[in-house]
């Protein structure tokens, strides 16, 4: 079913070994997957680590496309984008809390996923820049 390969799927990169470090990281809205590495939990290695497993998730993708498209005739895609920046996280009332992310670094990771074509993994500049510090230190 559906649920169950959504389910396969986004946690994918929680069980990658140098993926997300902590639960309920990855958020299912919409369409779309919205993961945060180190918003709440800041790594020295987040734009590493947001890149190993958004290559963990197109791998697990690949698997449970080829099932859509052989058990249920359905073909979809996935595109990936990665951003950094400063979010707001704790979203709700004292009664209430969830933790989401709001803010223009999310906005920027929506946009280049709507860029990305299956397949692909899109980074902004400012990932980038972060990979190429992470790598020297």
Avoid: Y
């Amino acid at each position: 079913s559906l649920d169950r390969s959504m389910g396969a799927w986004s946690c994918a990169p929680a069980g990658h070994p140098s993926g997300l470090p902590q639960p309920g990281s990855a958020h299912l809205t919409e369409e779309k997957l919205m993961v945060e590495v180190g918003a709440r939990f800041p790594q020295r290695d987040a734009a590493t680590r947001a890149l190993r497993a958004a290559g963990g998730m197109q791998r697990a993708f690949a698997q449970l496309r080829h099932h859509w498209r052989a058990g249920l005739g359905l073909d979809v895609g996935l595109g990936v984008g990665i951003n950094r920046g400063q979010v707001v996280g704790n979203i709700g009332a004292l009664a209430r809390m969830n933790f989401g992310m709001v803010g223009q670094a999310v906005n920027t990771a929506h946009r280049l996923v709507e860029l990305a074509r299956h397949g692909q993994v899109v980074i902004s500049e400012a990932v980038l820049r972060t990979l190429e510090e992470e790598k020297e230190s």
